[in-house]
């Protein structure tokens, strides 16, 4: 079969679904990747995969864009002739699922995240809302990531009983990301890996390590990840450069394989405001970190708190640094015995073949139809 996979940025596709195109590719399936080009381009071609570029804007919220985006989208469908297509992030699943109807494939989103929309204004959330509505009511199969996400979408009509289907995020390679023991230090670090964001709780995890320094000076700070100045809600890099002066935050800078950042950390946080299906927490439990999470759709699937880790209240730089002060309290065995359930809780839930056999289900099912 040939099938496109379409996600606003290649490097989506070759740090999120890379196993899933690797198992299509290895099962003797055409891959396409439809998405705005960077630097992932090269590494997805160097898989196998055929390349081709889709001009949209990523963050913005012009309409006359938007119906752009969705001629663009519906004539790449009509020329590439998919036998199926696989969708990632908002636009992709809203504008693609318009654009493919009725060309005679089937259309299968996955709902990776709301989004910013859904964190706004009531207005926006409402627009975003009719789009869903209008964009999934006849696709065969919609996956959603978490199932608060999927509860939300089937109490306020957007998708229906019959459609949703609950993945365990995208997955872990177990065996890329293995058990690694606690360093044995006298310090203990923390590290949010994220992109740097106002809704992955960057402030708040900025003003937490403030306070809980004031009473925990042998504590460090770190973060991972990429200033995506094209996100609406990224931090400027003179507020990052300010927390770095001051000896709040660490700044690791960006990395294509954080096993090593991961090895090296005590916990990893990620305060954020709401997750699909946070791959950072993921990563981290299969190598047996605990972990400090808010208390948000998403985060909440992969962290049981008081057991892999702790949660905290979102939005609460207070309640963060109360977790971070009670991580610091337990002992080095509690917190190797909280990472070990973490462990362990991958290997039931969030292995990523459970993801690669369901895209395999629904690619059966369109050859029966």
């Known amino acids: 079969m040939h099938i496109i996979f379409t996600v606003n940025a290649a490097w989506n596709i070759f740090n999120f679904r890379r196993s899933l195109v690797e198992a299509m590719l290895e099962e003797g399936h055409k891959v396409t990747v439809l998405a705005p080009p960077d630097v992932a381009v090269k590494r997805l071609e160097a898989l196998g995969c055929h390349f081709v570029p889709l001009e949209m804007d990523v963050k913005g919220l012009s309409p006359l864009a938007d119906i752009a985006l969705i001629r663009e989208l519906r004539q790449h469908f009509y020329t590439l002739a998919p036998d199926a297509v696989f969708s990632f992030t908002i636009k992709n699943n809203i504008f693609g699922a318009i654009a493919a109807r009725g060309l005679g494939f089937p259309f299968i989103p996955n709902v990776t995240g709301l989004g910013t929309a859904f964190l706004s204004s009531t207005l926006l959330r ?86 809980t320094l004031l009473s925990h000076p042998n504590t460090r700070f770190q973060l991972l990840g990429p200033l995506d100045v094209e996100n609406r809600s990224a931090i400027p890099d003179t507020l990052l450069e300010k927390w770095r002066q001051n000896g709040t935050i660490e700044y690791l800078g960006e990395s ?66 109360a977790a971070f002060i009670k991580m610091l309290t337990l002992t080095s065995a509690a917190r190797e015995e909280m990472g070990r359930a973490g462990r362990n809780k991958m290997e039931r839930e969030f292995d990523q073949a459970m993801v690669v056999d369901a895209y395999r289900g629904v690619l059966e099912e369109a050859l029966m139809l």
């Open 256 to 321: 294509d394989d954080v096993r090593s950042e991961i090895a090296d950390a005590d916990c990893v946080v990620l305060p954020s405001y709401r997750e699909g299906a946070p791959r950072t927490l993921i990563e981290a439990a299969a190598m047996a970190r605990p972990l400090i999470a808010t208390d948000v759709p998403g985060c909440r699937s992969v962290v049981e708190d008081g057991r892999t880790g702790l949660l905290c209240a979102p939005r609460d730089a207070e309640s963060l640094s």
């Open 126 to 211: 409402r627009v975003a809302e009719t789009l869903y509505r209008i964009a999934f009511r006849s696709l065969p199969v919609v996956f959603f990531q978490n199932p608060d996400d999927q509860a939300l979408f089937l109490s306020r009509g957007l998708t229906q009983s019959n459609q949703s289907r609950l993945l365990p995020g995208s997955g872990v390679d177990l065996k890329h990301f293995l058990p690694a023991p606690l360093p044995e230090r006298d310090e203990v670090r923390f590290l949010m890996i994220a992109r740097l964001l106002r809704d992955k709780g960057i402030l708040e995890y900025a003003l937490a390590a403030q306070q």
